[in-house]
């Protein structure tokens, strides 16, 4: 069983920078693909970002482009999100998760862990 | 970005009702469309996907259907535990996006 854990979320005022952690039992990040996944309070989920943990390969949406990176550490089987330059509106909970693959199509997300609460304010 | 449009906002039914949520995109996404379940303080759960393939564990009265940019969510004799907020969500895009919701409320 996939079991995920968040940490690293709090408060910072616009701006600044905050790194998420996400830790997992029962999975290997180097060898899986993951996402990152943000929900605004009272709003639906919206996709930030993925990693390929076999080649290193990364994908942003829009909104974070250029300001968050993912990123991976095999030794510590822990995955990032490294966010600069935080905006009012990139408060969220923020939800580490794992590519479900259907029929082989990238972009399901199976497993989530139970997030963790950023929030960008003055 | 490929928008995402769910109706109803909210459904209230009483239980063992039949209850349908719809999502259209706005383009066609082929049949790359998954369903999710979110209770309040938890993540989504993913029901199912591609459209119908209902994920382990999850109850036969839920069902999806559809293909293109018209797709529906069907709970064929609602329970009590069902009362969450559905999420439609494409993935035909590499950037994938969710329906706003539909919150689903027990009479």
């Known amino acids: 069983e996939v079991q995920l854990l968040e940490s690293g979320g709090g408060l910072v005022q616009p701006g600044g920078s905050l790194r998420l952690f996400c830790a997992g039992s029962g999975i290997t990040f180097s060898t899986a693909v993951m996402h990152w996944v943000r929900q605004a309070p009272g709003k639906g989920p919206e996709w930030v970002s993925v990693i390929r943990g076999g080649d290193g390969f990364t994908h942003y949406a829009d909104s974070v482009k250029g300001r968050f990176i993912m990123s991976i550490d095999s030794s510590e089987n822990k995955l990032y999100l490294q966010m600069n330059s935080l905006r009012v509106e990139d408060t969220a909970v923020y939800y580490c998760?794992?590519?479900?693959?259907?029929?082989?199509?990238?972009?399901?997300?199976?497993?989530w862990g139970q997030g963790t609460l950023v929030t960008v304010s003055s | 970005d490929i928008q995402m449009t769910q109706s109803p906002s909210t459904v209230s039914a009483s239980v063992r009702d039949r209850v349908t949520i719809t999502c259209r995109a706005s383009?066609?996404?082929?049949?790359?469309l998954a369903w999710y379940q979110q209770k309040p303080g938890k993540a989504p759960k993913l029901l199912i996907s591609k459209p119908s393939s209902l994920e382990s564990g999850v109850p036969s009265r839920f069902s999806g259907s559809g293909s293109g940019t018209e797709f529906t969510l069907t709970i064929s004799s609602l329970q009590p535990d069902d009362s969450a907020t559905y999420y439609c969500q494409q993935y035909d895009s590499y950037s994938p996006t969710f329906g706003q919701g539909t919150k689903v409320e027990i009479k």
């Open positions: 383009q066609s996404i082929s049949s790359w």
């Open positions: 998760a794992r590519e479900g693959f259907s029929s082989g199509r990238c972009g399901v997300f199976k497993d």
